[in-house]
């Protein structure tokens, strides 16, 4: 089982739609969640952190960390063709110098 | 802000030469550096970090005398491929993360890459 699981889509959405995207991990030491958005042959640009559980609202994005079930999700309300990406979680331990793990990516489309 | 830069963003280089990859932040010290790598339609592994002044620490399987990293200085640091082969094909991408500050998240901002084609 990989560190962390992402779906890589494509998922492809109507503008103004939710969009959620989710991630899994096995690795219970993990307490530092990113969300980055990679657009095609860009670096990826940091949208969100989290440290341990919780939510983390930002305009039209929240960021949620479910610790239980190792589990987290990006939700982008109202989306836009603008947030035609990739979205890659990542996450670290404490005390791992915050060397990221990253998930594949999940490719999303926002169609007009 | 957190700007990365990567010179160059793109390079063809023949099988067999060496190509030095910079990355540099503009409008920060970093302490530390971390380069990765990215296959098409996969994930950024990252293949080594590296501290200002000190060795990097390289990941598993990726060779330290093939992939040469210098961190000069709290703003640049090097990644130099040598021997090239078209199996190195791929982008790469370097993050810097800012000077240890009183906050417990470690953020790290990322350059925009570069995409290596070895023929």
């Known amino acids: 089982q990989k560190e962390v699981e992402q779906d890589p889509g494509p998922l492809s959405v109507p503008e103004g739609a939710i969009v959620s995207l989710n991630c899994t991990y096995s690795n219970s030491a993990f307490q530092y969640f990113m969300w980055y958005r990679q657009y095609s042959r860009k670096g990826p640009e940091l949208l969100m952190y989290t440290y341990s559980s919780g939510n983390k609202e930002d305009g039209r994005f929240t960021a949620q960390v479910d610790k239980s079930s190792k589990y987290i999700s990006l939700f982008i309300r109202d989306s836009q063709p603008s947030d035609s990406a990739t979205y890659l979680c990542?996450?670290?331990?404490?005390?791992?110098?915050?060397?990221?793990?990253f998930g594949k990516g999940t490719k999303l489309s926002v169609k007009p | 802000g957190a700007v990365v830069s990567q010179h160059p963003s793109w390079v063809i280089c023949k099988s067999g030469t060496s190509v030095k990859i910079e990355c540099r932040s503009l409008?920060?010290?970093?302490?530390?550096m971390f380069w990765y790598r990215q296959f098409p339609k996969q994930s950024l592994m990252l293949m080594a970090t590296s501290n200002e002044g000190s060795k990097a620490t390289y990941e598993q399987g990726v060779e330290k005398d093939k992939f040469l990293i210098n961190h000069a200085s709290l703003t640049l640091s090097t990644l130099t491929v040598t021997s090239a082969h078209p199996e190195d094909s791929s982008f790469y991408i370097c993050?810097?993360?800012?000077?240890?500050?009183?906050?417990?998240?470690?953020?790290?901002?990322f350059g925009p890459g570069t995409r290596l084609t070895v023929t």
């Open positions: 990542a996450m670290s331990a404490r005390g791992s110098q915050g060397n990221l793990i």
């Open positions: 993050s810097a993360r800012k000077r240890r500050t009183s906050g417990r998240i470690l953020e790290q901002y």
């Open positions: 409008d920060f010290q970093a302490t530390t």
